[in-house]
């Protein structure tokens, strides 16, 4: 039997295409990266050598124009996530201005250029200056995998690009309508009809929508992550309809849900993961499959023309980062971070040449010239974005912490198997995002007759945990232990690995008189100093919009004092949600020289209270939405007084669904024999 293998090519085969692609994102960006450039121009030349003006390997088929576009909305839907709305509100001054300069510097002088040099028509002109006005964010991964989407200017860049892509394709909505001859007043009602309806959707009903889902489906990962792409889409398809294009809708739908989804959470780590790594690398490879590097030897008008248009266009977006930097007193380096991340065209470039191609507006040589404009400006954005991202990389890993002090390790001690993805999460959540120490799984078997069974049927259960810490990039290492009790397991566990904070769950009794947990949590507070969180969550801690901080005099004195503020802040910037200290007047004061000159987007507000007295008040007026911290103490401790030993009580008498965590920090206690038991 003899096997003949016939390939024709392009390739037609759907399984070949997909295993070519898959090879393309497996090799290039790897060699690359070994050449020590930007992977992206990796993916970029390796779509223009399979694609029809190269090797013709692979065509513009269906199969793969969907992947793409899906990874241009995926691209945008992720700008729009990290984007932090408060800390964009704060930053709306040089936000809005990049957005002006990035806009008019590109428009104003290619208009000029193309109206009165190349003697273009005045449509035609107005098409191609507003093409060469917007940009997109083809080398926003490289941010994010530099760890730098957090830094002042990113929300500057990302704000002002929606502001300029948005004029861009709202001039391009009335080019064509003016073209179609069916520029008039009902378009105008009707665009404005339309926007509204979109603004309502994304902003208010998807928001809602996905605030019941999160909390009725907490920690169906896979559902979420389905949900999640399912309102990306939808708004999409709503902004098509409302003469608006797609990308728009993406960015708009990311932004509207990057509060409900936490930077740290699995659900984050899926979606970045996902699109990482199949759907923005198969847009990247069409982009470099439009390209036609042939062009360049048909005429030298053609060249003229491709040179001056890619002139244009890197300048006037120079300028625009030049001026911002100047205006705001922002780093030479950041200045070329701005300038890289908003100098490369693609998705709305494409958009708005494609439509003028059909409309006849502008001929092959223009559609030509935009393409290459794409390739070089994308390789010159991969290039300084990736040099100025390793920079501040670099500086923000160089500076000296507030607090120097030992690694931190977070030990999670498990006995309920239900109990697990919460107490991972909130484990995630106060974790120092630059430590690379991995979380501490425990379970605690009784040392009896069945304590080898038991360790079997434990692991098990840290497994688990070891898989869900896993689904969002996090290290465990599981810990089975056999010891006599669970709190001296708890301690020596502590003691043995340098453990600097616990988090246990809410281990609730039916009578009050258990002391809380019970003999556990008052054994384990004897018997180690490290901090330690109670947790009592019944709902995600993505959707809290208030969070109450109870505070006792003379917190600020104990050892632990800056560490839980860190904890607080963590949990308040996931969530961003509003904080509220409630306390004394000196302790609020300390709290404010602790936070100090650091950019807090969530919004902070300070109120007097004694904390036996507020307590009930408090409670009260808390909703599901709301999440209520107590800073406890530990006996004879500087902090402890008559009245907190109380609100345990108060907790469970009022109301056992409320949101509830409960921190008592790192204190100098005197340890108890057990602890010094050999380990």
């Not at 957005?99 to 002109?125: D, Q």
Request: charge should be positive; include cysteine; charged fraction near 20%.
């Amino acid at each position: 039997m003899t096997l003949i293998l016939k390939i024709t090519f392009p390739v037609s085969d759907p399984i070949l295409i997909f295993a070519l692609v898959l090879f393309i994102i497996l090799i290039f960006p790897t060699l690359f990266n070994k050449l020590r450039l930007p992977e992206i121009i990796g993916l970029i030349l390796a779509g223009v050598a399979v694609g029809p003006n190269g090797f013709n390997l692979l065509s513009q088929d269906v199969g793969l124009s969907i992947f793409s576009q899906t990874g241009l909305l995926y691209l945008m839907f992720l700008a729009g996530l990290e984007i932090n709305v408060k800390e964009f509100l704060k930053n709306k001054k040089p936000s809005i201005t990049f957005g002006i300069l990035t806009f008019i510097l590109p428009f104003v002088l290619s208009g000029l250029l193309f109206f009165y040099a190349f003697k273009m028509t005045f449509i035609a002109s107005l098409l191609i200056s507003s093409m060469v006005a917007s940009h997109t964010l083809v080398a926003y991964p490289i941010v994010g995998r530099f760890g730098i989407n957090r830094n002042r200017v990113i929300n500057i860049i990302v704000g002002g690009t929606i502001i300029a892509d948005t004029i861009a394709l709202l001039i391009l909505a009335i080019v064509s309508e003016s073209a179609k001859g069916e520029l008039n007043h009902l378009f105008i009602f009707r665009f404005v009809g339309y926007f509204i309806f979109f603004l309502f959707l994304v902003f208010f009903i998807i928001p809602k929508l996905s605030k019941w889902f999160f909390k009725n489906y907490d920690g169906e990962s896979g559902t979420e992550y389905i949900f999640v792409i399912a309102m990306v889409f939808l708004a999409s398809v709503v902004a098509e309809y409302a003469h608006i294009e797609p990308i728009i809708g993406a960015f708009f739908v990311g932004l509207a849900l990057s509060r409900h989804i936490p930077h740290t959470s699995p659900l984050m780590n899926r979606i970045q993961f996902i699109g990482n790594t199949i759907f923005i690398p198969f847009f990247l490879i069409t982009v470099g499959m439009l390209a036609d590097l042939s062009v360049l030897t048909h005429s030298l008008s053609l060249l003229l023309i491709i040179i001056s248009l890619i002139f244009v266009a890197v300048t006037s977006k120079y300028l625009a980062a030049f001026i911002l930097q100047k205006i705001f007193k922002y780093t030479k380096t950041e200045r070329n971070l701005i300038f890289g991340l908003s100098t490369a065209r693609a998705a709305s470039a494409i958009a708005i040449i494609l439509v003028g191609f059909n409309l006849e507006l502008v001929d092959e040589s223009i559609m030509n010239a935009t393409i290459i404009l794409i390739l070089i400006s994308t390789l010159i954005s991969s290039f300084y974005t990736q040099n100025s991202a390793k920079k501040i990389a670099m500086k923000e890993e160089n500076e000296v912490p507030d607090i120097i002090d030992v690694p931190e390790r977070i030990l999670i001690p498990i006995s309920n198997p239900s109990k697990i993805e919460h107490l991972i999460n909130f484990a995630i959540l106060i974790k120092d995002k630059k430590s690379k120490e991995p979380l501490y799984p425990l379970t605690i078997v009784n040392d009896d007759d069945k304590a080898s069974e038991n360790v079997v049927a434990y692991k098990k259960i840290l497994e688990k945990a070891k898989m869900h810490a896993s689904s969002s990039n996090n290290i465990t290492k599981i810990i089975p232990r056999i010891d006599t009790n669970v709190a001296d397991g708890i301690a020596r566990t502590v003691k043995e690995f340098l453990i600097s904070k616990v988090v246990l769950g809410w281990h609730s009794r039916k009578s009050t008189k258990d002391l809380f947990f019970g003999s556990l949590l008052e054994n384990v507070l004897n018997k180690t100093g490290k901090t330690i969180f109670v947790v009592h969550l019944k709902s995600p801690l993505n959707i809290f919009k208030k969070i109450h901080v109870l505070i006792p005099p003379a917190a600020e004195l104990e050892i632990g004092f800056t560490e839980w503020i860190e904890s607080v802040l963590n949990i308040a910037k996931e969530s961003s949600g509003k904080i509220l200290f409630w306390g004394n007047e000196s302790t609020h004061e300390k709290i404010r020289q602790a936070i100090g000159k650091r950019n807090i987007p969530n919004d902070i507000d300070y109120r007097r209270a004694k904390c036996i007295a507020m307590l009930k008040v408090i409670s009260r007026k808390m909703t599901e939405n709301d999440l209520l911290i107590i800073i406890s103490a530990r006996r004879n401790t500087l902090s402890y007084n008559r009245h907190i030993k109380q609100i345990p009580y108060q907790i469970d008498v009022h109301d056992g669904d409320l949101n509830t965590v409960i921190i008592y920090p790192e204190q100098e206690i005197i340890y108890k024999g057990s602890i010094d038991l050999q380990v």
